[in-house]
């Protein structure tokens, strides 16, 4: 198990190949199955599918951490939850059992959003072993990222503010500041947040050598969490 790992460490699914837009379509799906079907429902059975979608992302987290121990592939440079997408799963695990900061929400909205909907676009799947579980787990949890904050703005009356796109912009540079030295501190090829190193996925927003390619995606980053606010404040 270890040695596959080891031989395979990223695996990239091209967004024009059969099986990644078939994945694409897949998981839009449900992500937009589950938002109609809320729609049908009261403010009481919604809290609980959120709920139940949030134990879901709670048992793949526990799980994936544990079974990475187990086969004794953990790895510090790359599972400890320091990723973008890792910060919107955490997120995702509490915050429906505990009192909702609607900065955090906004938060998610904006991080869990357009990074769970980047990530199933162009997917990276770091350190693949060829399991199904590993496989099916990637596109769940970051659907999940990506559906749990449209849930809570459609379905559950979360707004967005009118500065929620900078302030979270903000929020964002700091949390790098404080990582992007941990990277060089830790080692190893630690590569949280693709500080260290440009992630291998073929990505029009992923250009530039380091640490250009970084400033770049200041520049997309804030242009993107605009336009989202804008189409989705629409709706008030």
Known sequence: MIIEII????????FKSYEGLRNIAITVLVVIFILIL????????NIFIIKIISLIAIFLTVFGHINDII?????????????LCSFSN??????FFV???KKVFEFLFYCGFLGGLVSILTPQI????????????YYVSHGIIMLAPLFMLYNLDYKLSKY??????GILNILMIFIFPLNFLIGRGSNYMYLYEAPQIKNPLVFGDWPYYIFNWEVIIIVLFYLTYLMFSRKY
Do not use: M
Request: neutral net charge; charged residues 20%; contains cysteine.
């Open 164 to 169: 929620s796109w900078l302030r979270t912009f």
């Open 38 to 45: 809320g729609k049908n429902l009261n403010k009481s059975k």
């Open 99 to 101: 009192k909702t900061n």
């Open 126 to 137: 770091n350190y693949y072993d060829g399991s199904w579980y590993l496989y099916i787990s």
């Open 7 to 14: 031989q395979n460490p990223h695996y990239i699914i091209d």
């Open 71 to 83: 086969i004794e592939a953990w790895r510090v440079e790359e599972d400890l939850p320091f990723h």
């Open 90 to 95: 955490l997120i995702v695990c509490t915050i």
